[in-house]
């Protein structure tokens, strides 16, 4: 796991996009260090923050389309447990592809995506919900990790 990291790491913006599909997928994966170790190399914040939220949108749209697939014992497979797609199902009930938001949310997030694309919601709605969480999640971990480095610094 650390060669690919590293790896990772020595891509730059495209090794962050490369691990933000991977952890917006239903691989474990923290997309977040690789984040904040290219913030410390001195890449540009606004570049880091744009190819992470690239990518974990688009691993967590792969979560949706599984979902439009509308094969639930697939996604059992997949590791998403029944109980967590029916935990996603009340939370998402009756709110839709505005709910994609929430798909940031650790745990959860991919179960999120897969109950709306087994819901059939909108997908450039959900696509651009889920784009727009993921974004900020990223800003605000950017910005943390670059406060964090100016106070130590």
């Not at 819901?119 to 959900?126: D, Q, V, Y």
């Amino acid at each position: 796991m650390e060669s690919l990291v590293q790896l990772l790491i020595d891509w730059g913006y495209w090794g962050l996009f490369f691990a933000a599909v991977l952890a917006g997928s239903l691989l474990p994966f923290c997309s977040e260090a690789v984040l904040v170790v290219l913030l410390r190399l001195g890449l540009d914040p606004v570049g880091c923050v744009a190819a992470a939220t690239a990518g974990n949108t688009l691993g967590g749209m792969t979560c949706y389309w599984i979902g439009m697939l509308g094969r639930p014992e697939w996604i059992a497979r997949l590791g998403v447990s029944e109980a967590r797609l029916e935990r996603a199902r009340r939370f998402l009930a009756g709110r839709g592809a505005l709910m994609g938001f929430f798909a940031f949310l650790p745990g959860i997030g991919g179960a999120i995506a897969v109950v709306l694309g087994l819901m059939r919601s909108n997908p450039w709605l959900t696509a651009a919900a889920m784009c727009t969480g993921k974004a900020l999640r990223y800003g605000a971990i950017a910005a943390g990790a670059e406060g964090i480095a100016s106070l130590i610094a």
